[in-house]
């Protein structure tokens, strides 16, 4: 084992031991986009420990997540339960700076891939969603760091959008046309350029509520068919009602969101216009992956904003 994994083993037993659990074996399970996370067995049963390691532009919000799941997790138990959290300081961590952690209860399962998840899955998936957007919140954007009330970063819409989505063009100071993924796809110019109004009115007018934001498929955890974990709150977002079905959309398809939002809503109106405005907001979420795929040196991440866009645009 690398000497910093080591190091890592004892941040997490001592994560562990500050929760009032033991720690018995210990493995690393993935690097996310804003921690390190680590798997432990502990007397109690397993958990999940993971350590603050924010990729470029992303923050660690960890009491906001904790925040959120204490609220969401009665109604419905398909969210890892929280366990606490808390930061390492130096003389503790053995590192050269503090790390903020979280625990969490450790929810079995597995990821279907993406485009492939079981309608069984998006239906009940829509279910949670849904609990998730009727929580009270307050003004918008990302939501601050603490854990007594969901709260937003901004106190406009717009505001609130840009503390999440990188270049969501009509909302940045540039043009559309100087907009990174007009680099690699300069047909898109024309067919984007009508939506500007839309776009406006939708993310003045929709009403606002707390997204997940980030639906791929490694964040929803599955048995025998079943959702039984939906994962990772560290980006939502008070934004737009339509983000998370938008979001979906993005990584699955519109037909496994027409799904979806059958658990989402019984009706059947609402849920025609729900699609219709998530499949206009997905515009925005394709043109931040663009923007990501440039500041991050992905470029499979712009491949795949370029073809959801195309594909959007001609439906």
Not at 183 to 208: H, Y
């Amino acid at each position: 084992m690398q000497a910093e994994q080591c190091a890592e083993v004892g941040m997490v037993e001592e994560v562990v031991s500050r929760c009032g659990l033991e720690a018995g074996a210990v493995r690393f399970l993935a690097q996310g986009s804003t921690s390190r996370v680590w798997w432990a067995e502990t007397q109690a049963g397993s958990v999940v420990v993971r350590l603050a390691d924010p990729a470029p532009g992303k923050t660690v919000s960890f009491a906001a997540d904790v925040g959120l799941r204490k609220r969401l997790h009665p109604i419905d138990r398909r969210v890892a339960e929280p366990l606490g959290l808390g930061i390492l300081q130096p003389t503790t961590s053995s590192t050269d700076a503090a790390v903020a952690w979280c625990l969490d209860r450790f929810i079995v399962g597995e990821t279907a891939p993406r485009g492939g998840i079981p309608e069984t899955v998006c239906y009940e998936l829509g279910q949670v969603l849904s609990s998730l957007h009727a929580l009270p919140t307050q003004r918008y954007g990302l939501l601050c760091d603490r854990q007594d009330a969901c709260v937003g970063q901004a106190p406009d819409p717009v505001g609130g959008l840009l503390t999440r989505l990188q270049d969501p063009w009509p909302f940045t100071r540039c043009g559309l046309g100087e907009h990174p993924i007009f680099a690699v796809a300069p047909d898109l110019l024309p067919q984007l350029a009508p939506f500007e109004n839309r776009l406006r009115a939708l993310v003045l007018g929709q009403p606002q509520c707390l997204n997940h934001t980030d639906l791929h498929e490694r964040q929803a955890l599955i048995v025998d068919g079943h959702l039984v974990g939906l994962l990772d709150f560290g980006d939502a977002t008070i934004g737009p009602s339509v983000w998370d079905i938008a979001s979906f959309g993005y990584f699955h398809g519109w037909r496994l969101a027409e799904v979806l939002l059958t658990g989402y809503s019984r009706d059947a109106p609402l849920r025609r216009q729900l699609l219709a405005e998530a499949q206009l907001f997905a515009l925005l979420i394709a043109l931040h992956h663009a923007s990501r795929a440039v500041t991050l040196g992905r470029p499979s991440r712009m491949e795949q904003a370029v073809r959801f866009l195309r594909l959007t645009l001609s439906a």
